[in-house]
């Protein structure tokens, strides 16, 4: 009866080896072969957006602004306080196209600075500017001027740069 007992159990140990071999081999089989299906399926779906996008980017189309629309100003950003020596960027928003020019005054003196140039609105109506305090700027409220013009009007806005001692 010892032999029969230990057969049986070493048969019972050999049958739960192959069940839980044939087990893993199915449970991986089946990760196998879903990751295949899914990934077929995120290939054809990216094609699908990829196409989607093109299309779509190619049928727009900026209206048209009447030319005699009022230009407005605003400030978008303006970095703010500053030390001298620091260097200033400003955006603003206006109409497509509008030239604008800034001026800043450090005591009512109009700043020399190369970047405060004449710029023209991008086809959003943003305008950037950047430009350096100069060494020795006393600390306090300046004013930021900008002016923008499109054929007959104009548009105004007035940021305010404060320096820190």
């Known amino acids: 009866?010892?032999?029969?007992?230990?057969?049986?159990?070493?048969k019972s140990i050999i049958k739960t080896l192959i069940y839980v071999i044939v087990l893993f081999i199915i449970i991986v089989s089946a990760g196998v072969a879903y990751t295949w299906y899914l990934?077929?399926?995120?290939?054809?779906?990216?094609?699908?957006?990829?196409?989607?996008q093109v299309i779509s980017s190619t049928k727009i189309t900026r209206p048209a602004l009447d030319p005699n629309s009022a230009v407005g100003a605003s400030v978008?950003?303006?970095?703010s306080p500053v030390l001298a020596g620091d260097r200033v960027d400003m955006v603003i928003k206006t109409r497509q196209y509008?030239?604008?020019s800034i001026?800043?005054?450090?005591?009512k003196i109009p700043?020399?600075?190369?970047?405060?140039t004449i710029k023209q609105a991008d086809d959003y109506g943003t305008v950037n500017?950047?430009?350096s305090i100069p060494e020795g700027t006393p600390a306090g409220k300046w004013p930021v001027k900008v002016t923008c013009k499109y054929g007959e009007k104009s548009g105004y806005v007035e940021g305010e740069l404060v320096v820190k001692s």
Do not use: F, H, R
């Open 98 to 100: 509008a030239d604008c």
């Open 129 to 131: 500017w950047q430009w």
């Open 39 to 52: 990934s077929k399926d995120v290939v054809n779906v990216s094609n699908e957006i990829v196409e989607t």
């Open 111 to 116: 700043s020399k600075d190369p970047g405060l």
């Open 1 to 10: 009866m010892g032999k029969t007992k230990k057969g049986n159990i070493k």
């Open 103 to 107: 001026i800043v005054e450090y005591n």
């Open 76 to 79: 978008q950003s303006l970095s």
